[in-house]
């Protein structure tokens, strides 16, 4: 899928998905920590009859995995968020919507059923943090994902290099990379969803929103902190999880803020370079709040054995970024379904090879620690 993608999407987007910031060395390492935990291979239990169905914050799920916020996913396919909010939906596994989404939340609401959820990054304007919140409630989303990993941006050098923007500019390097992408361009014409929705249109006084860094930068809100989550819960009523947290002693405070989950996530090793990888700091966390709230963990998870190997760990549920990405960008809803469908084959078989029948009743006993 990552390769398909890697034909099929302008050079632009897929760098956006598939880099880290500076140096990577977190994003290589969200993988690496995943794939240096060794399985526990047990034989002869019966493993007729299993089940990786579960639970996400009193949601039944078809498996532990929830569609993460992805940024600019109408630029990894047209009308992305729809194709994938849809794809979840039908596979019974939440979606959520970032603020940076192209399409908008309406959008999404009119193209589902099942309530999704909203991601929130708080803005320096308050109010227009407010008018989001309002916006998802009346689009009827179920829980509300409070992102605190990104009020600064994590440089990546590539997105500077192609001057990543949405729009694409039309610059000369563009036009001939676009002339190599005709499967994403003729979907692309077949849309008019091409600029940040859940933003155009609302915020008065930004004239170009085309640059995620300078409208980041100029627009997030730098002073959030854990009072913030008092002012969103003011303005929210509905679940509340709060996600990027890399450290036991933040998931300690925010477990005492009596929000429904927590995040374990270093925002996909996009933020912090050098910061730890997010499954080496499950565990920790896992024992420090795990009894308290729900532990949900994201970073580096291409695969069911590593759904499973979270899970394991302590886990409640999981979050997947770029593997969506990936099967969006190679093949539209139909990727991100044949993405699910492994991901599901994986963790049932790996969870049968490690002498298990239900995905609730694993733990650190699978694991070689
Ligand atoms: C291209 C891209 C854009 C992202 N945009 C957002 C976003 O808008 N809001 C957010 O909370 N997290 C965002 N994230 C982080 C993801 O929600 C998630 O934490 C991360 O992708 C997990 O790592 P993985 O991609 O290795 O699965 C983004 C990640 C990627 C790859």
């Known amino acids: 899928m990552q390769a398909l993608a890697k034909r099929r999407v302008p050079k632009m987007f897929y760098d956006y998905a598939d880099t880290g910031s500076w140096t990577q060395s977190t994003y290589r390492e969200n993988e690496a920590a995943l794939q240096r935990q060794k399985l526990r291979q047990r034989v002869a239990r019966n493993i ?46 939440p979606f959520t919507l970032s603020t940076m989404s192209v399409c908008s939340i309406e959008d999404v609401a009119e193209h589902t059923k099942t309530p999704f959820w909203f991601q929130l990054y708080v803005m320096r304007d308050r109010g227009f943090s407010e008018n989001l919140m309002q916006r998802a409630t009346a689009a009827d989303c179920s829980a509300l994902v409070l992102t605190l990993d990104l009020q600064v941006l994590g440089q990546r050098h590539q997105d500077l290099k192609n001057g990543l923007s949405t729009p694409p500019k039309p610059q000369p390097s563009v036009l001939v990379d676009l002339a190599f992408k005709p499967f994403w361009c003729w979907n692309m014409l077949q849309t008019k969803r091409r600029e940040f929705g859940n933003i155009h249109g609302h915020v008065a006084g930004v004239d170009d929103m085309s640059s995620l860094a300078e409208w980041t930068n100029s627009q997030f809100d730098p002073t959030l902190d854990w009072s913030s989550v008092e002012w969103v819960k003011k303005h929210w009523d509905r679940k509340l999880i709060l996600k990027g947290i890399n450290d036991v002693e933040d998931a300690k405070i925010a477990a005492g803020l009596g929000v429904d989950a927590i995040v374990v996530s270093n925002h996909g090793g996009r933020q912090l370079d050098g910061a730890l990888a997010s499954y080496d700091v499950l565990g920790d966390i896992v024992d420090a709040v795990g009894d308290k709230i729900e532990v949900h963990f994201d970073g580096g998870i291409r695969s069911g054995q590593d759904v499973f190997r979270a899970v394991a760990m302590g886990a409640h549920s999981t979050y997947i970024g770029r593997a969506y990405i990936y099967g969006l960008g190679a093949m539209g809803k139909a990727g991100v379904t044949k993405v699910l469908e492994m991901i599901h084959k994986e963790l049932d078989v790996t969870m049968g090879l490690c002498g298990e029948t239900d995905i609730t009743n694993t733990g650190r006993h699978n694991l070689v620690l």
Do not use: Y
Request: charged share 20%.
């Open 48 to 93: 007729d009859n299993r089940s990786v169905k579960s639970t996400m914050i009193g949601r039944e799920v078809a498996m532990p995995v929830a569609l993460a916020p992805v940024g600019l996913t109408g630029m990894q396919h047209a009308d992305g968020e729809i194709l994938a909010a849809q794809a979840a939906e039908e596979f019974g596994i």
